[in-house]
């Protein structure tokens, strides 16, 4: 069963420009996390994405925005892009249901210069 | 708010236990999962406790007295390959969701 895929998996942009992360769930997967990681900050969560719908949303600005596809594949989107916004974009997908564990991608290396 | 609470850092060396602590301050707590991060890589899930008591796992156990707000994480017989950080997070019910609740990671350090 493949895994997680985020895609790219490095990033180099400058402060302004906008940027559109990828994620492709495991096969059946339904719910799509999004979480920024940066060091001594731990995960924080950006947003949930449940069958197209987004579920449940973090505390960032509009500038983050997102969307999942009808084949639950979803993308993320951060535009005007600033210094602080350098960062690791994981996405973790379940079956969305009760207590189902999150599976991790490898993540996306944004740097912001 | 919701808060959880856990040692930024630990050290141990090979062949030992270690317990890492998690606290936790939430309303609608749902369950406690603990995931594993190795440097650059991903977190991988590790296990999950929606009742009190332990849940053992090979080398790995976890823990959770409800009452207390309170979980942890036990590794046997450390091998220097457990280095890595371990996060708790806690699931909660919030109207009509369900959300995570992250701590911010034990960074686990296993000497020779």
């Known amino acids: 069963k493949a895994g997680v895929t985020q895609t790219p998996r490095y990033l180099i942009k400058t402060r302004g420009q906008q940027v559109t992360l990828s994620c492709s769930p495991i096969?059946?997967?339904?719910?799509v996390s999004w979480y920024q990681q940066t060091p001594g900050q731990g995960l924080q969560f950006l947003f949930e994405?449940?069958?197209?719908?987004?579920?449940n949303k973090g505390n960032f600005p509009g500038r983050f925005s997102g969307r999942q596809f009808s084949n639950s594949r979803s993308e993320m989107n951060v535009s005007t892009l600033e210094l602080g916004d350098s960062a690791l974009y994981l996405c973790?997908?379940?079956?969305?249901?009760?207590?189902?564990?999150?599976?991790f991608g490898n993540g996306t290396r944004l740097t912001v210069t | 708010g919701q808060s959880l609470e856990q040692p930024s850092e630990v050290t141990a060396v090979e062949g030992a236990i270690v317990q890492i602590n998690c606290t936790y301050q939430?309303?609608?707590?749902?369950?406690l999962s603990w995931y594993q991060q190795h440097d650059g890589g991903a977190p991988t899930f590790l296990s999950y406790?929606?009742l009190d008591g332990l849940e053992e796992t090979g080398r790995f156990s976890s823990f959770l007295s409800r009452s207390d707000s309170y979980g942890y994480l036990l590794l046997q017989e450390l091998q220097m390959k457990d280095s890595a950080s371990y996060f708790c997070?806690?699931?909660?019910?919030?109207?009509?969701?369900?959300?995570?609740?992250w701590g911010l990671g034990t960074s686990l350090a296993v000497n020779p």
């Open positions: 973790a997908t379940s079956m969305g249901t009760g207590d189902s564990p999150l599976h």
């Open positions: 096969s059946g997967h339904r719910s």
């Open positions: 994405y449940f069958s197209e719908t987004q579920r």
């Open positions: 939430t309303s609608g707590f749902y369950g």
């Open positions: 406790n929606a």
């Open positions: 997070a806690v699931r909660v019910i919030a109207g009509n969701n369900r959300k995570l609740i």
